[in-house]
């Protein structure tokens, strides 16, 4: 039996300060993966980046108002992810993978579907809203086997 040729699956794997990207180098029914970037942040908590307390600011006559700083962390948490979706982008359009998975926490999940390029959705088998980042590679590989089986 013919088969046509192999296509290259990489599967993405993140959160607000880890991104693990692997290449499949088995097939379907055994997938086999291996590192091809692995990407830390260590990012403070929102405490420690805000020393300062909230400024306040006039409002009118002799109204104040407190000046909200945000959550700094959070911030940070959705710059890393969507700069590692820049880099899928980059790589769908480089055709360095014919398929990819991504699986994310719904939070970076929610930042990052919005940066899609349609190349990357093109090539995209699905995105899974999961947070696994610290999963051992057996079990993502079991995940991974599960989620290519019907394609």
């Known amino acids: 039996m013919a088969h046509g040729p192999r296509k290259t699956l990489w599967v993405a794997v993140l959160d607000g300060s880890k991104g693990l990207i692997y290449r499949n180098e088995g097939d379907a029914e055994y997938p086999v993966l291996r590192p091809v970037e692995i990407s830390k942040q260590y990012i403070p908590a929102d405490r420690d980046i805000h020393t300062d307390r909230p400024g306040r600011m006039f409002v009118g006559t002799g109204h104040r108002s407190a000046v909200d700083q945000g959550d700094a962390h959070e911030h940070e948490e959705t710059r890393f992810v969507e700069k590692l979706v820049e880099h899928l982008n980059a790589a769908a359009l480089d ?55 019907p394609y």
């Open 95 to 149: 055709g360095e993978f014919d398929q990819i998975l991504i699986y994310a926490d719904s939070d970076s999940l929610g930042d990052i579907r919005p940066h899609y390029h349609d190349e990357l959705t093109r090539r995209l088998i699905k995105d899974f809203p999961l947070d696994i980042v610290n999963e051992p590679v057996d079990k993502l590989e079991a995940r991974v086997k599960d989620a290519i089986a």
